[in-house]
């Protein structure tokens, strides 16, 4: 059982989440505008986008906008839950919520890929950090019984509609301040 304050092996696993988050959407901001780009006319393009693409705009400034949004409040519930934490801290139902949604984001790129049997932006670290990594969490979350079942499920039907929410707002916002592009 743990004590009342974590090990630093406890701490570190929590920090790897914004880290392995922003390694991951850094691939994702390094090859989103040339994939959009690429397969502009594909129905999964306008299927799946939360908001339409302006391609008109810079889509990469864009698309940073939301994901530093996004990093920004990934980052202070991991502060948060490392800072305060305790056995039944609503921070980490939260933080497993969190890591939840990152590994399915993980396996939606996963599968996304093998849909389209093709590459897909943010794949390669999907493959690689997120998916791995949040599979390691949950598991050491749960098994050491610092989230049970019911946080854990409750974390996650509170961490997914924000996080969906977080998304839509930062590529809304985004697309308002990006600058329009010269010339493609």
Not at 43 to 57: A, G, H, L, Q, Y
Not at 83 to 89: E, K, L, N, P, V
Not at 93 to 111: C, Q, R, Y
Request: glycine share 6%; with cysteine.
């Amino acid at each position: 059982m743990l004590s009342f304050m974590p090990d630093w092996s406890f701490l570190m696993m929590l920090w790897l989440l914004p880290v392995v988050f922003f390694i991951h959407d850094g691939e994702e901001i390094a090859t989103m505008e040339w994939w959009l780009r690429k397969n502009k006319n594909s129905p999964w393009i306008t299927k799946f986008s939360p908001v339409s693409i302006p391609w008109d705009k810079n889509i990469t400034l864009q698309f940073s906008f939301a994901v530093l949004l996004i990093g920004f409040v990934l980052t202070c519930v991991t502060f948060l839950t490392a800072h305060t934490f305790h056995i039944g801290s609503p921070f980490n139902a939260l933080f497993a919520g969190f890591v939840t949604v990152f590994l399915l984001d993980g396996l939606k790129h996963v599968g996304a890929s093998i849909a389209l049997k093709a590459y897909t932006p943010g794949v390669i670290t999907a493959a690689v950090l997120e998916i791995p990594y949040g599979i390691y969490a949950l598991h050491r979350l749960l098994s050491t019984g610092i989230v049970d079942a019911t946080s854990f499920m409750m974390g996650t039907l509170i961490s997914l509609p924000l996080i969906l929410f977080l998304v839509w707002f930062g590529l809304t916002l985004g697309k308002r301040i990006a600058p329009t592009r010269i010339n493609t």
